[in-house]
């Protein structure tokens, strides 16, 4: 039994290693690259803390070397999803008692555990299975998945500190309840931090959690299984079960005991999902809680007072970081004519010193874009803009797939201010720019908020500060994360929460107290010590 109040320490963001030449951090990296390129692994379900093997399997590759597999993983059928479920609510009562200091003791371990021993295993698992460089690698599995882990901590106890005001003779408490049923966690192959964070900060509330990783981040977010497994998570509070979305999620979607979805991924699928949960309504035990977080067309808009020297590095880092492969990457440019020469200069320049390959090799910026699939779509929009007439690719447009899938970082300008790579998503190295004169500034701005169906993260750069104030009003809904004089990515935890509106999800705000209070369930209480011995009211004496 807790006796006592407890106190989680503020967090503060954890910082990447130099990995600098010689340093004992890229060393021990390289050592467990090594490790893991040499030792192929089979990795199963693991479904109320047992290994599962269904026998129907799937590879995981490395993208900027496809011919090398890292492991086969088993898939989840309709057995092992309907296991899964069960496992999940078997554990949920024991899991739901269990003291909230004493959960949030596993994930607060667990981050302990990556900055310490696992911190080589997660990044060499990302950077192979996901082909990140080694600063995003460890800036995401290491750095942000220690920060989801212990800042979550720290707003579920700020949570649970608010408690309303108590009168003579009546005591009120708010108890915060993990939600009736189970949690299914849905999370996308881009940031193995997200694969740790949605069935984690629904299980730190105090929920059992189904869990579907991506495919093509099977083998990152495994290892995050292994660590929660071994930072003390009991058996069925999460289960780990890859597989088809057409076989996992409509099983899981039409039990009845399915309390919410945790998502991050593409808009077409979030959409699918609500539609399933909305055609099963009546079915539910109650109305499932629905938190995703999906697409985006992200845009830089430049006044033309910006910064050329700090305009153009933000360009490039927030277009090419990760070949693009964040849902908050650069995607859409609106540059005034009159820096466009300067700016144009500068950017061409600086994308031919950017080097593209193996991510093993340090040096390299960018890595290989995720599968086949991602390079097939994305080479298909470079094509597309080559052959228009209203556009032009002024840098990269290369692509190559013969050892890994690589393309190279592409810069598209268009006069049509609606050409297609101005208004779809496409995930990838590509940035398109749209010139617009000067004294138009009005009209492009009405362009900038209207073009795009998406509303995730945005950012404007600007000297003159009327201008900022004019351009933050005129975007106030285009993006739910905006930057000033800054790039578009690379948001923390617990400073810049995360998420966008319109068809960029619910903006639920990941790493921060908003995402966590989802997953839980208040109930008021409250307790008379001086009850009432009469119904009737004095003033009933008199008609």
């Known amino acids: 039994m807790s006796n006592g109040v407890y106190r989680i320490m503020k967090p503060c963001n954890e910082a990447v290693p130099g990995y600098l030449p010689g340093s ?6 390289k050592v467990r690259l090594a490790e893991l390129k040499q030792s192929p692994m089979e990795i199963p379900l693991i479904i109320g803390g047992k290994e599962v093997r269904s026998g129907k399997t799937g590879k995981c590759i490395i993208p900027h070397n496809h011919a090398h597999v890292l492991a086969t993983y088993h898939m989840a059928g309709e057995a092992e999803t309907r296991m899964a479920v069960q496992a999940a609510l078997d554990a949920g009562k024991a899991w739901a008692e269990t003291p909230w200091d004493h959960r949030l003791a596993v994930f607060l371990r667990a981050a302990e555990m990556i900055r310490g021993p696992w911190r080589h295993t997660l990044n060499a698992a990302t950077m192979l299975g996901q082909s990140k460089t080694v600063y995003e690698a460890d800036a995401d599995a290491a750095c942000e998945l220690m920060d989801f882990f212990r800042y979550n901590s720290y707003f579920f106890r700020q949570i649970i500190e608010e408690q309303p005001e108590c009168l003579q003779g009546i005591l009120n408490r708010m108890e915060y309840r993990p939600l009736e049923g189970f949690v299914f966690a849905v999370t996308p192959f881009n940031f193995t931090a997200i694969g740790g964070n949605l069935p984690g900060t629904p299980a730190m509330a105090g929920n059992t959690v189904v869990w579907k990783p991506a495919s093509t981040a099977v083998y990152s977010n495994y290892h995050v299984m292994k660590l929660l497994q071994a930072a003390g998570l009991p058996d069925g509070v999460i289960n780990f079960i890859p597989g088809p979305g057409s076989a996992v999620g409509p099983l899981v979607m039409s039990h ?5 979805i945790h998502f991050t991924g593409s808009t077409a699928v979030f959409q699918g ?63 005034p004519k009159s820096i466009w020469p300067a700016v144009k200069t500068r950017l061409t320049a600086g994308i031919d010193g950017i080097k593209t390959g193996d991510v093993e090799d340090f040096t390299h910026y960018m ?16 094509r597309f803009a080559r052959e228009a007439d209203d556009a032009e690719i002024i ?66 750069f600007a000297r003159d500060r009327a201008a900022v104030v004019e351009m933050e009003r005129r975007l106030c809904y285009s993006a739910g994360n905006l930057y000033i004089n800054d790039k578009t990515t690379g948001a923390f935890v617990g400073l810049q929460p995360f998420g966008g509106a319109r068809a960029s999800g619910t903006n639920d705000k990941a790493g921060s107290r908003h995402n966590v209070m989802r997953w839980l369930s208040p109930r008021t209480i409250k307790e ?7 119904y009737r009211y004095g003033l009933m004496q008199e008609s």
């Open 528 to 534: 008379n010590f001086s009850p009432a011995t009469d």
């Open 256 to 260: 009845s005991m399915l309390a919410g």
């Open 395 to 460: 840098a990269g447009g290369e692509c190559d797939d013969s050892i890994g899938f690589f393309i190279t970082p592409t810069v598209i300008v268009t006069t049509d201010p609606k050409f297609k790579t101005m208004q779809e998503e496409i995930f990838g190295p590509v940035m398109t720019v749209f010139v617009y004169p000067d004294d138009d500034i009005e009209k492009a701005l009405t362009l900038c908020a209207t073009t795009s169906k998406y509303a995730l993260t945005g950012a404007l």
């Open 367 to 382: 890595g290989a874009v995720i599968d086949r699939n991602a390079f097939d779509n994305i080479s298909g929009y470079i």
């Open 273 to 335: 999902m609500w539609r399933t949960v909305a055609q099963n309504l009546a079915h539910y035990n109650g109305y499932p809680r629905i938190v995703g977080e999906t697409g985006g067309k992200n845009f830089v808009f430049a006044h033309p007072s910006a910064d050329i020297e700090t305009l153009v590095p933000a360009l490039i880092g927030g277009a090419f970081s990760y070949q693009g492969q964040k849902c908050s990457a650069t995607s859409r440019v609106y540059i």
């Open 24 to 29: 004992d951090e890229k060393r021990g990296l």
